[in-house]
């Protein structure tokens, strides 16, 4: 049942869409068929004076009208001018800075009241106008008293209180949906609702954002790809951020980045580039990749250096995701349509009982024809419906784990069409896949991961004795199990028995593994013997 709070909020949402004139919104969404009813009574859907404008400015001025959720939808549905028409397109793509702000004693008042001191004793210099503003906070450029310009990031009054109540209505809809939508349970909405709670809360916490940005500062220290501007964690709390301001061109501004002659074919293979970096070699991607987020250094127009701003949002991916993950991208550079089948159902992204035959022919049907295509020879709405229809068919589930990347992927594709569509995304992309796993079975990524896990292995072998002494006793004291006819129970009495062999022989073995790491981390990382030891080790745990 919808609660009275969750129902007043979605009156609210109802008044404002009647208000933009985007009626059409409320009767054609199924998951307002419950409440339909509610809209024909109102009074407002008589005699609400409805605004004028293009159907672009209304939907926009309703997002913002809305508040901060509804607004990062508008921020991400912009990334995607291919799939929206052009006057809806252009309105959403100021949702990505360009949001009313808040009045700037508001913003001053929040500033002291977190750093405890008045802002021009904190700043040489405090401009009123803020540079930029968006759904969840408004940045204000500053200079600090040895006279570095920096920007000082504010949240918004009341997000929390304000987000809190939107996500009441999200579950209340992702259940409603769950009730009323045939396909939802596959859909996966409640789960899908829980993943963006956690990742919008997080973003209310600038402290968190300014670690988010040291560690990415640190991933990309001296890279040729991406400049991360420095956090002044002095200055940081929970509702405050400062860091190094960015002198540099919005993404977005192509007309004046080819004015520079900046390569642009460099620049968008470099955000591929970028996107797959993060992802399997430090596990740990901005998700939050519009084009208010993204600028381009120009000091050298040939090879242009991207610098990212705020890191509210950073997705991470389980080790068992991202296997899967890369695995189904080299598959696919491949053309290996068979392996994406295979690990779709070892997943469990499809039920097990699928047809590994069918599901190949399927994907295959979808891919083949935009594969080795550039950006504006494919129509990613037509691939994304047949996609669609695919997961359909086979009851392929959501996985909520991967919304983020997802998401991401799609802005950084949206952002290449826009810097060069003629960009071959799967060429640009499959030689850091490659790399990533060569570098994944390196004999030194083998013998890190063993030296990691070590400890844990020698845990689980102290443990055993005592449990199958234990296994042991119980087994001989039921005759049943020992003296009994049944052949099943005679055959847990053998393998008892033989896992103490097992037992010795592993301990050995674990043994010989310790002293060839042992030797590895502290001696001579290369040392054959110590390689040796390791993998024939290896070996033997692995039969164990």
């Not at 503003?133 to 949240?155: N, P, W």
């Not at 809809?173 to 919008?200: F, G, N, S």
């Not at 381009?296 to 950073?314: C, K, M, Q, S, W």
Request: net charge positive; hydrophobic share 45%; with cysteine.
């Amino acid at each position: 049942m919808i609660n009275l709070r969750v129902a007043r909020r979605l009156l609210e949402i109802q008044r404002v869409l009647v208000r933009h004139g985007l009626d059409e919104f409320i009767t054609a969404t199924h998951l307002y068929r419950p409440l339909r009813w509610l809209y024909f009574i109102q009074p407002s859907t008589w005699f609400e004076r409805r605004r004028g404008g293009s159907r672009g400015e209304r939907l926009r001025l309703a997002l913002e009208e809305l508040g901060p959720i509804f607004i990062k939808f508008g921020q991400a549905v912009s990334t995607r001018r291919d799939l929206l028409p052009p006057d809806i397109a252009d309105e959403l793509a100021k949702l990505q800075d360009q949001v009313p702000p808040f009045p700037d004693a508001e913003a001053r008042a929040a500033i002291e009241k977190s750093l405890g001191r008045p802002v021009g004793e904190v700043f040489g210099s405090f401009e009123t106008a803020p540079l930029a503003a968006a759904s969840i906070a408004q940045v204000h450029g500053a200079t600090l008293k040895d006279g570095r310009e920096v920007v000082v990031k504010v949240l918004r009054p009341g997000m929390n209180e304000r987000i809190r109540q939107d996500l009441d209505v999200l579950y209340a809809l992702a259940r409603l949906a769950l009730a009323w939508v045939p396909d939802a349970t596959r859909l996966r909405p409640v789960e899908i609702v829980a993943e963006y709670d956690k990742t919008i809360m997080d973003e209310l916490d600038l402290m968190r954002e300014a670690t988010n940005a040291a560690q990415l500062r640190r991933n990309f220290a001296g890279s040729p790809l991406l400049y991360v501007p420095e956090v002044y964690f002095d200055l940081c709390r929970t509702d405050v951020l400062v860091m190094e301001r960015i002198r540099g061109l919005q993404i977005s501004q192509i007309d004046r980045l080819r004015e520079l002659k900046v390569n642009l074919q460099k620049l968008a293979e470099h955000g591929v580039e970028i996107f797959f970096t993060q992802m399997l070699f430090h596990n740990f991607f901005h998700a939050d990749m519009h084009p208010g987020n993204v600028f381009v250094l120009t000091d050298d127009p040939e090879n242009p250096r991207y610098a990212a701003i705020d890191f509210g949002i950073i997705g991470t991916l389980e080790d068992r995701d991202l296997e899967y993950l890369a695995g189904n991208f080299l598959a696919f550079f491949d053309r290996d349509y068979r392996r994406i089948a295979e690990l779709h159902i070892e997943s469990g992204w499809v039920p097990a009982g699928a047809r590994v035959a069918e599901l190949e022919s399927a994907v295959r049907t979808v891919c083949e024809p935009i594969f080795q295509k550039p950006l504006d020879e494919i129509s990613f709405g037509v691939v994304l419906l047949r996609l669609f229809d695919v997961a359909r068919r086979f009851q392929m589930t959501v996985q909520p784990q991967l919304v983020l990347l997802q998401k991401t992927l799609l802005n950084i594709e949206g952002l290449g069409r826009d810097l060069y569509p003629q960009l071959d995304l799967w060429k640009t992309a499959r030689p850091t896949l490659k790399r990533w796993y060569r570098e994944r079975m390196s004999p030194r990524t083998l013998v890190k991961h063993a030296r990691r896990h070590l400890p844990e292995v020698i845990e689980s072998i102290r443990s055993t004795p005592p449990l199958l002494r234990r296994l042991v006793r119980e087994a001989e004291a039921s005759p049943r199990l020992i003296g009994g006819t049944d052949p099943g129970q005679a055959r847990v009495a053998a393998e008892i028995r033989a896992a103490g062999r097992r037992r010795d022989q592993t301990i050995v073995a674990v043994a010989v593994l310790g002293l060839g790491v042992f030797w590895l981390a502290l001696v001579d990382p290369w040392w054959p013997g110590g390689l040796a030891a390791a993998a024939a080790t290896g070996y033997l745990l692995a039969r164990r």
